[in-house]
């Protein structure tokens, strides 16, 4: 199972180090190191190494580096899951993942750490339980510390909830205004070739849900169309029978923020792409220069309007400036890191922004090979862009009357155009 | 107020200081020092000195203290084992709360306390916790057993601990279960043959019913531990199976590799004929999938996976190609793996979309990938025949933009492609010519000198090229100078006249010149050969060379079988068992795929007489003797390019190579006196565990003489019946005159000249004339089509009957029909038209063409996964071998090979079809029995079924 936990920078300054069985020394991630060395950027360094008497298994977020240190056969993935796990909670209690915040509470890192694993087996990672244990800071909780000089950061409870078959909430919960929402927010995957014409499309939708309802109460969700979902995983309240029966979501929810469900939808046609994107990306053979236009318009937005629409360019080496004027929104062009980013704003029906101007190239270098992408941001509210609709939302086992609300939004996730 | 003020730099007094806060009276003050004796401990400062003081402050009440506290002992009680003692009693009180959290928590920081003394006194208290009425408690004290185990394993034996966990399997709350099964799990691979996790249908139903309710890392604990188990049979698997697939909708990723693991695994056991069986290939798809949308990391390890899966069943992810394009701002990792399972994915079907998606990705920034795109290609042209064309042009085009690491790689997988389809793109040799000057890779170089070599007769200035580089000889690497005596020895050997110098110069230069140890031998070996018979050298040098297989880097199927098993885990990531590289794991078990029951190949499988239980499906049935292979590769050896970087038979080496080696190679070498020697060598169960343990998939042609055997196989052929004509079926009608307003027609399909005829009989029994007859197909199997109009001259007068023959054409459009060999026919004349289906005997798809080298046979036989195998019995046939091999090479059934074995004559056989699908086949005959058995083995096994109806037609008629 595993062994140890290192965090490190990106700069290779290990911060933190947890050993839940014997303790192994940090040298270990040189092979870290030497790994990264060989890598472009952090994002490349593979996420599991071999060292001669360990493995290394790592994830890359928030720029920091999650190495788990492992000695004997461990699925890599049940690993990986677990430090992404540990990520989330850290962002979850902090408000950010950073080394300054983690650093800033470091008292409760380690009390988290030791929760959420036991000599290397899993033990409380669900975030409900572990706040029970362990409060996390708030504003006013740090300013009364700071008055008082310090008190307490562990709950003086237990984790009651490990004790009931339903470790996914606590019990006793009770709210003034008892509230159910739940987002649906789908993203969408694409990549446009040249023409335009969709290489490969799919949708991937979450539904997150943020209930507060005091009790035990008993939900069950519908859709209008549940047929859209034939490639589903559920957050473990979800009864899977019932799904599989009547297609519906019945549940126990979990206390506060979740992840309910993620979806999965990828037949091509189903998939609506609400803009279009005219690119031309030109580097010409002489004169150290080049040629952008791009312009971009609404398509199958089923009258909703897009907004925040940004579009993101990573340039060739050799382009030194970009020279760019455009009729909606602003461009900026960073020399350093060589990205363009056009950043739109809403798209009307009666204007169509236009992005065009000239590239200046590094004199006497060759003409690149590559040809950029262009990476494309949006936003639709009110519209899940597979036509999924929630039905209904059904309560028992509690006497009161929620408020219940759901929300749609539609964003794009890789959305790439190739020139 | 933070916490980072804990990081402030450490100044001389400040352990003394905090030692004076952590005597403090006051509570607040202690906690404040505790905690600051935490932080300096997470950084890596060395606070131990302050053990005594911390280990004083555990007797509280309050309960962050104490968890403050059991976090500093648990990291610094094995520096000062005797202060530790002071802990215990403490400890033992705790494990006594009537608060089980607290209990739980005691039990739980007691067994990181890594101190021989202490752990003697756990002992008692854990064994009280194991027996615990709060299941919380007992679910800590399960791991505790592990954790303890990791210190003092005798302990654990001697207290009877491990008998209470399995009794813990049983338990009522699922908790318990999951986390019992993951410390005997934990145990067990530090003991590889203490039957730990004793395994039976009860145990299994128990870990079942906890699968459903135990958090998701139990179920990962579960899953892995159920994974290990052998059901008695595809009922009880199908079961475990059922009960399995929900798990493939969890959220977390781990879970859900994991039930894919256990799913692929029992899977083997099913029928494939069940309905079940196809229901559960459809929903492996949609999960696999979905791990692709997850983080980078998990994505990686899925691929990884998905990588063995594909190899393993092609069918589950057939259609899910474009998950697979990559995006530009995909980590490298993520890049290459996606790479490669488009490559093992690429199909007729798909090729143009994955070629298109190549050449984009051959014009991106990062080199490797770029490289591997380009390499990509190359590989489609071999492994899709249909697409080589385009691929070459999509090759030349790369090489147009002469950018130089494009322009090495692609020179690098041409070569390769010319290996696959001599004699077609030689064409494009001028154009790689001209990039000689840019290469500037070993490699590159060495593929380019075997081309020129090679081709030399094509190249006008081929000895000018080759000269130009023997000017550096010796500056080039081993592989380039190898290549370059090789083509220089094949350019003199095809052009004597001009190249004698050039020859005497590439010689010397490496025999007298060169401290290499191959170099010179081989140099040596040329100018012996040269010397002393130059036809025998003409002979060896140029001669023919076997086709390179469809896939270079498929995995060994024992290989693959054993990876297959271990799905999520880190051996599945590295492609290789876990015994080649985890340490510590002493004699691990090779774990197998289960016995598929109930399926005709387990007869025949000579598994069943060695391996016990363990047999493995995979057992290659019976009939190919892995030494022909070995000696085939020996005879047809081209000394020339060693470093084409393509074995012959690359994909079956492995651990059977060695054994070939011993067994039937040596046996062959040496002639039949040296059989006994042989057999024992090959033959011996014993041997073959002494090869890691692979249960030696022996070559069944090893019981019988060998000798006799390798000389069957290599000298037929020529005793293969003359050609008598192809069987044709008599006409049946296929549409009848009244429902046809008079038109009836009947039919009847041949293949002559290697051109397929739609034979017709026109009747018209209507009362008027009827003209202008015209004829379409639908949509079929094979794309069958007319290749021209249906002549039919005259007008067709009443009672008149006309024969048309109409050669059809394979170039139609294609849409699988039921059954395969389905065509439906729609007829125009001057009154209506009319439609009918017949079905066509499929045997006039086979081409001419169709006879299949013998290596390439033996290769093929092996590379076709074995659930593609079907096994057939053909009753009532009176024919002997020789005069059924004739009659079915009149269908184009060609016999390849034929053995003898116990009165049982095998012959093996080949067919191609139209569309490029090769078929094989084993035909056994014995004297005086009329039942012959046919097992067909094809990469479609759809076909399998109509390709019997043809044998049966063709044998008994």
């Known amino acids: 199972m595993i062994h140890s936990l290192f965090l490190v920078s990106t700069a290779g300054h290990i911060f933190l180090e947890k050993h839940w069985k014997s303790v192994i020394s940090r040298s270990v991630c040189d092979y870290l190191f030497e790994a990264q060395g060989k890598a472009s950027a952090p994002e490349n360094v593979p996420p599991v190494i071999a060292t001669p008497h360990h493995y290394l298994i790592s994830v890359y977020r928030d720029r920091i580096f999650f190495v788990a240190v492992i000695q004997t056969e461990v699925p890599p993935l049940f690993v990986i899951e677990f430090l992404h796990r540990v990520a989330e909670t850290f962002q979850d209690y902090f408000g950010e993942c950073s080394e300054a915040s983690i650093k800033d509470n470091v008292v409760i890192v380690y009390e988290l750490l030791e929760e959420m694993l036991d000599n290397g087996f899993p033990l409380a990672t669900e975030a409900n339980i572990l706040k029970e244990m362990i409060k996390p800071p708030t504003i006013l909780r740090s300013v009364v510390n700071t008055i008082t000089g310090g008190s307490s950061n562990v709950g003086g409870t237990l984790p009651t909830g490990q004790l009931s078959n339903i470790p996914w909430r606590r019990t006793g919960v009770k709210y003034t205004n008892n509230e159910a929402y739940f987002d649906v927010v789908e993203e969408i995957d694409a990549i446009l070739d040249k023409s335009g014409t969709v290489v490969f499309a799919e949708i991937q939708g979450v539904i997150d849900a943020c209930v507060k309802l005091s009790g035990m109460p008993d939900l069950t969700l519908s859709f209008v169309n549940p047929r859209l979902l034939d490639d589903v995983s559920f957050h473990p309240c979800v009864r899977f029978k019932r799904w599989e029966a009547e297609r519906v979501l019945s549940f126990i929810p979990p206390d506060g923020n979740f992840r309910l469900m993620s979806y999965h939808v990828n037949a091509q046609n189903l998939v609506a792409i609400p803009v279009y994107v005219k690119q031309n990306v030109s580097f010409f053979e002489t004169g150290s220069s080049g040629r952008l236009d791009i312009t971009v318009g609404p398509k199958q937005t089923m009258g909703k309007t897009i907004e925040d629409v940004v579009i993101t360019v990573h340039m060739p080496k050799v382009v030194l400036n970009a020279n760019l004027t455009t009729n909606q929104g602003t461009s900026t062009y960073d020399p350093v890191t060589k990205v363009l980013v056009w950043d739109i704003g809403k798209l009307n029906q009666q204007k169509v922004p236009n992005l065009k101007g000239s590239l200046s190239l590094q004199s006497g270098a060759p003409r690149p090979d590559e040809n950029p992408t262009l990476n494309i941001d949006l936003r639709i509210q009110q519209l899940a862009i597979s036509g999924l609709k929630v039905n209904r939302l059904n309560m028992f086992g509690e006497k009161y009357k929620p408020f219940k609300g759901v929300k749609y939004v539609t964003k794009a996730g890789k959305f790439q155009v190739r020139t | ?957």
């Not at chain 2, 009425?133 to 007992?138: F, G, T």
């Not at chain 2, 990884?304 to 393993?312: E, F, G, W």
């Not at chain 2, 590989?379 to 025949?385: F, M, S």
């Not at chain 2, 297959?564 to 510590?584: M, N, T």
Request: hydrophobic fraction near 40%; include cysteine; proline fraction near 5%.
């Open chain 2, 1 to 957: 107020m933070t916490d980072s003020k804990y990081f402030t730099t450490t100044k001389k007094g400040e352990i003394f200081e905090l030692k004076a806060e952590l005597n403090s009276d006051k509570k607040e003050k202690k906690k404040e020092a505790v905690k600051k004796v935490i932080a300096s401990m997470t950084v890596g400062k060395d606070v131990s000195a302050l053990f005594p003081d911390v280990v004083n402050c555990m007797q509280t009440d309050n309960l962050e203290l104490k968890k403050l506290v059991y976090l500093y002992l648990m990291n610094y009680a094995k520096s000062q084992p005797d202060m530790a003692i002071m802990a215990v009693n403490t400890f033992v009180k705790d494990c006594e709360d009537p608060n089980p959290l607290i209990r739980a928590l005691a039990v739980r920081t007691m067994g990181c306390i890594r101190v021989d003394k202490i752990t003697e006194y756990l002992c008692e208290p854990l064994r009280k916790c194991l027996k615990d009425e709060d299941p919380y408690v007992r679910k800590t004290a399960a791991v505790c057993v592990a954790k303890l185990h990791d210190i003092n394993a005798q302990l654990v034996e001697d207290q009877g601990f491990l008998d209470t966990l399995k009794d813990l399997i049983s338990d009522s709350n699922p908790m318990v279960v999951a986390n019992a099964v993951a410390a005997l799990s934990e145990i067990a691979e530090s003991h590889p043959n203490s039957n730990l996790l004793d395994l039976n249908p009860q145990t299994i139903n128990k870990l079942l019913t906890a699968l459903n309710e135990c958090t998701e890392w139990g179920q990962i604990f579960i899953l892995d531990c159920l994974a290990n188990y052998t059901p008695r049979d595809d009922r009880e698997s199908q079961s475990i199976c059922e009960r399995v697939t929900p798990r493939l909708s969890h959220a977390n990723s781990a879970v859900v590799l994991s039930a894919v693991k256990v799913l692929m695994k029992f899977m083997e056991m099913l029928p494939k004929d069940l309905d079940y069986y196809g229901t559960l290939l459809k929903k492996l798809a949609p999960p696999l999938v979905t791990l692709l949308s997850a983080e980078p990391e998990l994505q990686y390890v899925a691929l990884r996976n998905i990588n063995l899966i594909v190899q393993k069943r092609p069918e589950i992810l057939k259609h899910e190609m474009k998950v697979f394009f990559v995006k530009y701002n995909d980590p490298i990792y993520v890049k290459l793996e996606k790479l490669d399972i488009m490559i093992r994915l690429a199909s007729q079907a798909n090729i143009a979309q994955v070629l298109a998606e190549l050449k984009e990705y051959a014009t991106e920034v990062d080199v490797d990938f770029v490289r591997k795109a380009v390499r990509a290609i190359g590989r489609c042209a071999i492994k899709v025949e249909q697409s080589a064309e385009r691929c070459v042009s999509t090759l030349l085009d790369l090489i147009q933009t002469k950018v130089n690491y494009v322009v090495q790689e692609a020179i690098v997988v041409i070569k390769d492609i010319f290996r696959k389809y001599p004699n077609k793109y030689e064409s494009v040799i001028a154009t790689l010519c001209e990039n000689l000057d840019s290469l500037d890779e070993p490699e590159a170089r060495a593929a380019m000198i075997w081309i020129v070599g090679e081709y030399a007769e094509r190249i006008d200035n081929a000895d000018e090229l080759l000269e130009s580089f023997l000017e550096g000889f010796h500056d080039e690497s081993t592989q380039v100078q190898l290549q370059l005596l090789t083509a220089i020895v094949k350019l003199f050997l095809k052009k004597p006249t001009e190249t004698q110098e050039l020859v005497q110069q590439v010689l010397s230069l490496a025999t007298q010149d060169s401290d290499n140890p191959d170099l010179r031998d081989r140099g040596y070996i040329y100018w012996r050969l040269l010397s002393t018979d130059p036809v025998a050298a003409k002979e060896v040098v140029l001669a023919e060379k076997p086709l390179i297989s469809e896939e270079t880097d498929l995995i060994e199927p024992t290989l693959l079988d054993e990876l297959i098993c271990h799905i999520g885990s880190l051996a599945s990531v590295y492609h290789k068992p876990p015994s080649a590289f985890v340490e510590g794991s002493r004699g691990v078990q090779h774990k197998r795929l289960p016995p598929r029951s109930g399926s005709g190949e387990s007869t025949e499988s000579p598994e069943g007489a060695h391996s016990g239980g363990a047999a493995i499906p995979e057992a290659v049935p019976a009939v190919i003797p892995s030494q022909g292979d070995l000696l085939g590769d020996l005879l047809n050896l081209d000394l020339g390019p060693p470093t084409t970087g393509v074995a012959p038979a690359p994909t079956s080496a492995m651990q059977m190579g060695a054994m070939d080696l011993l067994g039937g190679g040596l046996d062959s070498l040496m002639g039949d006196d040296s059989e006994p020697l042989g057999g024992d060598i090959g033959g011996s169960p014993a041997i073959g565990a002494g090869f890691g343990g692979t249960p030696a998939v022996m070559p069944a042609s090893l019981n019988a003489p060998v000798g006799g055997g390798l000389g069957d196989l290599f000298d037929l052929g020529g005793g293969v019946g003359t050609t008598t004509s192809a069987y044709v079926a008599p006409k049946t009608v296929w549409l009848l005159a009244m429902k046809a307003k008079g038109l009836e027609i009947a039919g009847t399909f041949s293949r002559r000249g290697g051109v397929i005829h739609m034979e017709l009989s026109l009747t018209n029994k209507a009362m008027s004339v009827m003209t202008d007859f015209a004829i379409q197909f639908n949509r079929n199997s094979f794309g069958l089509a007319p290749a021209g109009p249906l002549q039919v001259l005259t007008p067709l007068s009443p009672n008149q009957t006309t024969e048309v023959s109409l050669p059809l054409s394979t170039v139609g459009p294609v849409m699988k029909m039921e059954p395969l060999n389905n065509l439906q026919v729609a007829v125009k004349n001057n009154i209506d038209v009319f439609y009918f289906s017949c079905l066509y005997p499929i045997s006039i798809l086979f081409v001419e063409d169709g006879k299949m080298e013998r290596q390439v046979f033996l290769a093929t036989w092996k590379d076709i996964p074995n659930e593609n195998e079907a096994q057939f019995h053909i009753k009532d046939c009176h024919l002997n071998s020789d005069a059924a091999s004739s009659k079915l090479q009149s269908s184009n059934i060609f016999t390849i090979a034929k053995r003898t074995v116990d009165n049982q004559d095998m012959l093996y056989q080949s067919i191609k079809l139209t569309n490029g699908i090769w078929v094989l086949a084993e035909l056994r005959l014995q004297a005086g029995n009329s039942n012959y058995t046919l097992s067909l083995k094809c990469r479609a096994p759809e076909v399998s079924q109509c390709v019997l109806q043809c044998y049966e037609t063709v044998l008994k008629n």
